[in-house]
């Protein structure tokens, strides 16, 4: 056992983490480090392991191989879930309770009291807009009211660390902004989502970190905070690129590619753009636009993945 896996600041840490299934490997190495307090993005295409992972973490599959503790607990401590909420991507609500009824039931199966739960129940149905809804049957319920009494049930006992998978399934833009808020009251008040979303937009604006699994292992670590690890993007509209000006692009330049006038390709910084631009007119390269972005976590993820994965 490391250090950190004593450490309170570290909510969720993983070692080496594995699950097969027969001869099927599911999860191949699960390592990583969540923070308390933090949103965290776990990202990957379909297949990579990400259901897998999720339920390790919250116990209900045992792993093959590897540590891991939640909040600084082994994945077996049954103790623990009281203070964990979950909203899976595919759930099954006893539809014939009303929507107060149903989050009343999460809510004393994690230990609340009918005192509080009085007062905590319409509060948080009020902040997934379903204060109007509380007392219908959840059965008649859309998609998006579905989800939003899923959300709900996941926050009432304030949990310390919410596993959220697909939140913004079914929501419209209103909705998907909703839970954006949610998101950032629960991390303002103490809180560690651990989320797993198809909409990289979404994950782009709410998340702090994110984390990129690949065939069953996390590949890489990106700071949305900081934009450390961020490459930049740059498009140049130039003639008579020649050779000398293409080797000379190796020292800043990766993903180096030119046809057609434009030359593309990403530098780690933007204090490299000056130096790029003066090497390709000293080089003789007739340079009539250069732009340059950063890479969105889209762009980001297509790379990382290959342009053929799918989330």
């Known amino acids: 056992m490391t250090a950190s896996m004593i450490d309170p600041s570290v909510v969720i840490e993983t070692a080496g983490l594995r699950k097969v299934y027969g001869t099927r490997v599911a999860v191949q190495d699960l390592t990583l480090q969540v923070a308390r307090g933090e949103i965290f993005g776990f990202l990957g295409p379909n297949g990579a392991g990400k259901s897998t992972s999720v339920k390790m973490l919250l116990g209900l599959v ?40 149903l989050v009343r039931f999460h809510g004393r199966l994690c230990g609340m009291t009918a005192e509080r739960l009085r007062t905590r129940v319409p509060e948080v149905l009020g902040r997934v807009g379903l204060a ?38 079914g929501l419209d833009p209103m909705g ?105 007119v000293t080089s003789g390269a007739a340079v009539s636009r250069f732009t340059a972005e950063e890479v969105s976590l889209e762009d980001a993820f297509v790379r990382i993945m290959g342009r053929d994965a799918g989330l």
């Not at 009281?82 to 309770?97: A, N, Q, T």
Request: net charge negative.
């Open 176 to 280: 998907r902004r909703m839970v954006r808020d949610v998101l950032r009251a629960e991390r303002e008040r103490g809180a560690t989502v651990f989320l797993n979303s198809h909409f990289l937009s979404e994950v782009e604006v709410t998340c702090d970190r994110v984390a990129f699994l690949k065939d069953g292992a996390v590949v890489m670590t990106k700071d949305l905070r900081t934009h450390q690890n961020d490459a930049i993007r740059v498009v140049v509209h130039a003639k008579d690129v020649g050779p000398l000006a293409m080797s000379g692009l190796e020292q800043w330049a990766q993903n180096v590619d030119y046809g057609g006038g434009e030359l593309t390709f990403t530098v780690s910084s933007q204090d490299q753009l000056p130096d790029v631009l003066r090497h390709l």
């Open 62 to 101: 045992r792993p093959t191989a590897g540590d891991a503790r939640v909040l600084g607990r082994p994945l077996s401590n049954v103790d623990v879930r009281r203070l964990i909420g979950f909203l899976p991507e595919e759930f099954r609500f006893y539809d014939w309770l009303s929507a107060v009824e």
């Open 132 to 169: 109007d809804h509380a007392s219908q049957r959840v059965r008649g319920f859309s998609k998006g009211m579905m989800q939003r009494v899923g959300l709900a049930q996941a926050i009432v006992h304030e949990p310390e660390v919410l596993f959220l998978d697909e939140p913004t399934s």
